[in-house]
């Protein structure tokens, strides 16, 4: 195992942070209007791409960070498939 970087550690505990917040949010009101699968999306593979790097290069400890990471994005992304279906009718029954 190679030294870690300090900083890719806070960069991606800032980002540990910001997800649940936005997963408890779904939960709490069950609205995603607004939130964006595509994002979502890209932001996961971006940490899949951090792993193979991780895997591939500079075996550390942060790639779990990287999986967490990944791991929360994607509960976020669930969560959103989970709720558009009611957001959307919701909205239609409020026209």
Same mark, same amino acid.
């Given at each position: 195992?190679?030294?870690?970087?300090?900083?890719?550690?806070?960069?991606?505990?800032?980002?540990?942070?910001?997800?649940?917040?936005?997963?408890?949010?779904?939960?709490?009101?069950?609205?995603? !209007?607004? %939130?964006?699968?595509?994002?979502?999306?890209? $932001?996961?593979?971006? =940490? *899949? +791409?951090?792993? !193979?790097? %991780?895997?591939?290069?500079?075996?550390?400890? $942060?790639?779990?960070? =990287? *999986? +967490?990471?990944?791991?929360?994005?994607?509960?976020?992304?669930?969560?959103?498939?989970?709720?558009?279906?009611?957001?959307?009718?919701?909205?239609?029954?409020?026209?």
């Amino acid at each position: 195992m190679t030294e870690f970087s300090i900083w890719e550690v806070l960069f991606l505990l800032c980002f540990a942070i910001s997800w649940p917040v936005s997963i408890a949010k779904s939960l709490r009101t069950k609205v995603v !209007i607004g %939130k964006s699968p595509l994002f979502m999306s890209l $932001v996961v593979l971006g =940490y *899949i +791409f951090g792993i !193979i790097h %991780k895997l591939l290069y500079s075996r550390d400890i $942060v790639i779990f960070m =990287y *999986i +967490f990471n990944a791991t929360l994005v994607a509960i976020d992304l669930f969560l959103y498939f989970l709720y558009i279906g009611k957001n959307k009718k919701e909205m239609l029954h409020q026209e």
